[in-house]
């Protein structure tokens, strides 16, 4: 499967902004979903995850309660959902697939099978 993300920007803060993931070439509702980021200097941190009839989902905790992961199977496309949008939210945000093929029972594990990943888009949140 190939990701596309989008819907990066400037943002100031208190704002919000959607982003959007295109899947192609593969079956996305047999994919588990992932958003990522990585903030200057920094290192990759997780998001929030989705798994593939978007029953279950999880946060990290300092998105929790501001941030919303959704996905639309017929659209082949994961959402992020990102509100109350703080400095610290300045980052290059990916979005991930892994398999959901039972090789992992908890959806928090499909960070160590992801696939594939989508190129960054970068999200700025200044005044």
């Known amino acids: 499967v190939q990701l596309q993300a989008s819907g990066g920007g400037l943002v100031q803060p208190g704002g919000s902004l959607r982003l959007s993931c295109a899947a192609s070439?593969?079956?996305?509702?047999?994919?588990?979903l992932g958003w990522f980021r990585q903030a200057p200097g920094k290192e990759r941190e997780f998001v929030a995850a989705i798994g593939w009839n978007g029953r279950s989902i999880l946060y990290a905790d300092s998105v929790k309660g501001r941030f919303t992961i959704s996905r639309d199977n017929a659209k082949s496309t994961v959402y992020l959902q990102m509100s109350v949008l703080k400095p610290e939210d300045t980052a290059e945000y990916y979005c991930?697939?892994?398999?959901?093929?039972?090789?992992?029972?908890?959806?928090?594990?499909?960070?160590?099978?992801?696939?594939?990943w989508g190129q960054g888009t970068k999200v700025t949140v200044s005044s």
């Open positions: 991930a697939a892994a398999p959901d093929d039972g090789s992992y029972p908890k959806l928090a594990d499909f960070v160590y099978y992801l696939k594939a």
């Open positions: 070439g593969g079956t996305f509702n047999a994919y588990n």
